[in-house]
């Protein structure tokens, strides 16, 4: 605390991102980051690109980068917007669509970053409880509202909503907006882009950094109606010009070209997935489903807390949130097939 700080500082209570240690051969599972490289034509073009031309700005509007992604999910580049990270766009939707006069409502239990959006941004929130299983109830959101916000699949539950769901929703709060942040859509759920077309108060927002192994490029869009999009142009516009490097555009337009990679890395991922389930099963674990690239579990005997700290101490981090309804589960990303192996059998040891 400083007395230059202004009092919009003094009032914050930023986010907590999971931490990076320095430490070497950790069995790093507590982030979600993608075990495998990104494609390898993205090294390729980022080597091209970094010579001379650094020496000028990038395109402002990443015209390249929006017609990639426009091809590849079947929309125009008017219907595309990027920034650095889907957590810098999903600040933008923030303060561009979910501040009005009703409050914003979002899943008690979700992507945490979501409150501190409110919190900088002044937005009203209220949170709508997931049941006891974990699931979004669609029905539960059927109140007055000044948008609507949620991860399909969710964070850090791992479960996804059905897009039939989603288009319930949609229809059911036409005068707001509702924003699906579908950060690990790619490894197991549906994504709503189809439903762009038909609704004009749908964006959905997406990643690099997960299935596209590009987390330290940063790299995020958004799809939606033209007219959402403006809204977020303006805002960009009015904060950082040039949000992506050429380094970024470049990268980004080369991982969403190679079709290939993606294919083979989400598939591999899935599958560890599906083995770890079944390991973690046997250990005790009650695991939720997940399409996600992590899984969401708790013991029946064991705490959590101190799992993790057990975990830890054998240098395998994993994420454990103590926060209310869920600070018996341990939030694993799921790693290559060794480090999955590695992680199930220093939980063995533990349980023992
Ligand atoms: C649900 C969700 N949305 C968005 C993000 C932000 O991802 P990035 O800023 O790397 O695109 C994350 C990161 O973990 C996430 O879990």
Redesign the pocket.
Known sequence: MSRYWSAVVRGLTPYVPGEQPKLPNLVKLN??ENPYGPSPRVQEVLLAESGDSLRLYPDPNADRLKEAIATYYGVTPGQVFVGN????V?AHVFLGLLKQDRPVLFPDIT?S?YPVYCGLYDIAFETVPLTEAFEIRVEDYARPNGGIIF?NPN?PTGRALPRADIERLLAGNADSIVAV?E??VDFGAETAIPLVAKYPNLLVVQ?L?KSRSL?GL?V?FAIGHVDLVEALERIKNSFNSYPLDRLAIAGAVAAMEDHAHLEITRRAIMSSRDTLVRDLAALGFEVLPSAANFVFARHSQRDAGELAAALRARSIIVRHFRLPRIEQFLRITVGTDEQCRALVGALREILR
């Open positions: 982030t979600n990270g889907s957590d810098e999903l992507y970053f991860p964070a942040d950060a690990y990643t950094s987390a940063r995020g």
